[in-house]
């Protein structure tokens, strides 16, 4: 397998050797049409945002996605467009957000999509990305269509989708009495189901639902026997720039974005990836919310609102259930029991009885809002938000999160703001929450030179600054304990080589789970990219991370700090062989020194991709092969891979084996695109494969996915 993978690399590289061979590069953008499913999502933030986890996280695409499916329908004017507008699309730096707005005050309007190649920070390849989703083209804002018009005009697309694992995990079977490790068995089939409906009117109005049941949740029956059957419901009504006042109302679910998400920020937001200009949040403060995610959303109604060119209000309110672990806490005579919880969950699995006690156990009320007032290229704004919890938070004690929130309500408040003078770009936000914990984070992206950028944050997050779900700039997800300074470059000598660096420093003043002592840690990354038009792309990339943690193999009550090390390199070669057909190829090392034995551990990872989506042909396909062995988990590899629409998986490499998947898309039937997925890892080192429930008595773990896509 090793050689068959080699022997694809130098075919790939052959490739792209001989393409050196073809004529000068042309500043004519490539006119071919991308098949309507065809979205340019942003592979590498997410691939990257994932790497930078210590635990492995979860999230989905939908926010991105569904920006991208509504310009697509409605592309994005790019003469009306404000900067949150251009932030959605998740394809274009801050730095050339900026430089369109700016070419079109001193300028005036775009004539035509092509006169984006007169804005420095733009090469082809950038222009070809973003064209399905933008135009030029004049027209009054129609604000004249009745509302129910757009109920019952307009779009409508069903989502039907399953999983499952073929072989049968340990939840499924019937526990044996003489197994010392016991788990309560899964109360429904290993089967996944996904129902996602939605309206769209233009890009104005959008009403829909999604139902969703997990592996080994029941469906019509014990806990989701009563309507809608499924374990997971969400609904929502959205109606976006309904008029000059109105530029948003929400009711059911949905999402908010504040700030720089020291308070909150549903969204996916920005962080360290190899677009090392990508640092600052934006977008529009509210969002319908579609997602399968269990645990991000709001429920209740929101609006938005402006008042001539300055003024801007959103408030919100919601009031739901959440998922927590509750004990109840005996009280005196005259009192009742009390009801107390000591985390909240948010797997959104309810696969036990366990699980099932938990989902919903509490309600949260959460409610807050922004009063922004800007200018043409500034804004300041007061944000607030209010959560109250049916029942007190009183988590375990220890040492490290005494200063971590406990209660059962808290409040926050935050002044963030952004302002554009030049090539200069200052962002921030400074927050506190009720306890009086202060958490600030500033940033500056500076345009030095049209081909060379760079952008600074330094962020100070108090260890007794409290905030529930924020989603911060940081090391770490929790929002506190933690002092740092990051800086990032990147040089485009011209438009075929890219250099992209950062480099991060930071420090714990206080104590954290798994370090038993302030700590501290530092991450150098460089990436050097060479393209050549739209036929090939290779990149040779580093990282360097080093943390303080504590030594693992201590058995005092408290364990002293070790530095920890873990260094990936990584070799990228795509290469489109034809208008239809690209091969991707990657080559990753990983070493980890814990800090304590003489040796490291490592780990490699070579894969082999295959995309082929012609166009007028109803059939494409994407796959994959990789081998790879790591050592141990520490030595790790991710990689991101093609999914069904609607769905994305980043696993980690580790162990010694295989894994490879394919992807089929048709869409042969008028209205209907049928996808099939199946995918298989297979370790060579062992005999199982997961543990506890997820435990397989077989070293390989196969998936299969089916979705249908119908518009009517």
């Not at 003469?79 to 932030?87: M, V």
């Amino acid at each position: 397998m090793l050689r068959i993978i080699i022997g694809l690399i130098l075919v790939s590289s052959f490739h792209l050797l001989s393409a050196q061979g073809d004529d000068a590069p042309s500043t004519a953008l490539d006119t071919i049409p991308t098949p309507d499913d065809e979205l340019e999502i942003n592979e590498d933030i997410i691939e990257d945002f994932i790497s930078n986890q210590d635990e492995e996280v979860d999230f989905d695409l939908n926010d991105i996605i569904d920006v991208l499916q509504d310009y697509k329908k409605k592309p994005l004017n790019l003469n009306k467009a404000t900067a949150e507008d251009l932030t959605q699309l998740r394809l274009l730096s801050n730095i050339q957000i900026n430089d369109i707005i700016e070419y079109r005050k001193n300028s005036g309007d775009f004539i035509a999509v092509y006169e984006l190649q007169s804005i420095p920070s733009f090469y082809p390849d950038i222009i070809e990305k973003i064209k399905p989703y933008i135009t030029v083209e004049e027209g009054l804002d129609d604000y004249n269509v009745p509302l129910h018009k757009m109920f019952y005009k307009g779009t409508n697309t069903m989502y039907l989708r399953m999983d499952r694992i073929l072989e049968e995990k340990k939840g499924y079977k019937d526990p044996d009495p003489e197994d010392d490790e016991v788990n309560a068995p899964y109360l429904g089939d290993p089967n996944k189901y996904v129902i996602r409906f939605r309206h769209q009117y233009e890009t104005r109005l959008s009403w829909g639902f999604t139902l969703e049941k997990d592996a080994g949740e029941e469906f019509f029956s014990g806990s989701n026997k009563k309507f809608p059957f499924f374990d997971f419901a969400t609904g929502h009504i959205f109606l976006k720039d309904y008029n000059k006042t109105i530029k948003g109302i929400a009711l059911g679910d949905f999402a908010v974005n504040m700030g720089q998400g020291l308070i909150m920020f549903d969204g996916f937001g920005s962080g360290k990836s190899s677009f090392v200009m990508d640092i600052k949040k934006s977008g529009r403060p509210l969002r319908p919310y579609t997602s399968i995610r269990e645990d991000f959303h709001k429920r209740g109604g929101a609006f938005n609102l402006t008042f001539g060119d300055h003024f801007e209000i959103m408030a919100f309110g919601s009031y739901r259930g959440r998922d927590a672990n509750i004990s109840v806490v005996d009280g005196s005579d005259e009192d009742l029991d009390i009801l107390q919880i000591s985390s909240l969950q948010s797997s959104g699995l309810h696969r036990t009885e366990a699980e099932i006690i938990d989902k919903n156990s509490i309600k949260h009320l959460s409610t807050g809002g922004t009063l922004k007032y800007k200018g043409d290229s500034w804004h300041i704004a007061l944000n607030g938000l209010y959560d109250k919890l049916g029942s007190p938070l009183l988590r375990n004690y220890s040492t490290y999160n005494q200063f971590t929130f406990n209660g059962d309500q808290l409040i926050n408040g935050s002044l963030d703001y952004s302002w554009v003078i030049q090539n200069f770009n200052f962002f921030g936000e400074t927050a506190m929450s009720d306890n009086g914990g202060i958490a600030t984070m500033n940033g500056l992206i500076i345009g030095l030179d049209r081909n060379v950028s760079m952008s600074v944050v330094h962020r100070h997050y108090s260890r007794n600054y409290q905030a529930l779900f924020p989603n911060v700039f940081a090391e770490t997800s929790a929002g506190n304990n933690e002092t740092g300074i990051y800086l990032g470059l990147e040089i485009k000598p011209n438009k075929n080589w890219i250099l992209s660096t950062y480099y991060d420093r930071w420090k714990h003043p206080w104590l954290r789970s798994g370090v038993d002592a302030p700590s501290k840690g530092s991450e150098l990354f460089a990436r050097i990219t060479y393209k050549r038009k739209r036929k090939m792309s290779v990149y040779l990339q580093y990282r360097d991370e080093f943390k303080e943690k504590n030594a693992k193999e201590n058995v005092t009550s408290i364990d002293y700090l070790v530095d920890t090390r873990r260094t990936l390199f990584r070799l990228h070669i795509a290469n489109k062989i034809s208008k239809a057909f690209e091969l991707r190829n990657r080559a990753e090392f990983s070493f980890y020194d814990n800090g304590i034995s003489s040796t490291k551990s490592k780990g490699v990872m070579l894969m082999q991709d295959w995309i082929y989506k012609p166009i007028g042909f109803p059939l494409s396909f994407t796959g994959r092969f990789a081998i790879f062995q790591t050592d141990d988990y520490d030595s790790r590899i991710y990689a991101y891979e093609n999914d069904i629409l609607y769905s994305f998986f980043i696993p980690p490499y580790y162990n010694k084996g295989t894994r490879f998947y394919i992807n089929l898309r048709y869409k042969g039937i008028r209205n209907m695109t049928m996808e099939l997925r199946f995918a298989q890892t297979y370790y060579a080192n062992q005999d199982t494969f997961g543990s506890g429930n997820e435990e397989i008595d077989k070293p390989r773990r196969s998936e299969i996915k089916a979705q249908i896509k119908y518009k009517f």
